[in-house]
């Protein structure tokens, strides 16, 4: 006898993957584990990638996204590198870059909120905690206006 959700559950996990190959961009070392579930990059040194939603949503409208971000664990072997950013832009899915640009260093015009893990001795007054900001217009510099 056939197991009727076996097959359901199949056609389900399908049109699951389907959908979200549909609906993300991977770029550069980013990966996807399971349907729901990206690595941006790699623990190696010098990675770098992103994954791109490819709907675009309209900001007159009130919307949700919701996503969970593991940056590393320090006590052990995996400890994260620069950081992360989440951006809303209108330019490609193609964008981005690498190390103290979170990915998101010049991307104009567009919103980040960055999640930044370690502090870099660059000119953008980058504090030495670990820390959340509110940036817009790929400027990573914490002492500008945007």
Known sequence: MVNM????SSIVLLLCSQMLRAQYTVNGDASQNSCNQYTLTPNNGGRHGSVWNNNKID??????FN???YLGD?????EGADGIAFVLQPISTSVGGTGSGLGYLGISPAVGVTLDTYQ???????????????????????????
């Open 5 to 8: 959700k076996r097959i359901v």
């Open 59 to 64: 900001l007159t409208q009130s919307f949700d």
């Open 67 to 69: 996503f969970d971000v």
């Open 74 to 78: 320090p006590e052990t072997t995996v």
């Open 120 to 146: 870099n001795s660059s000119p953008d007054n980058d504090p030495a905690y670990d820390h959340l900001a509110y940036q817009l217009n790929g400027d990573l510099n914490h002492a500008t206006a945007n």
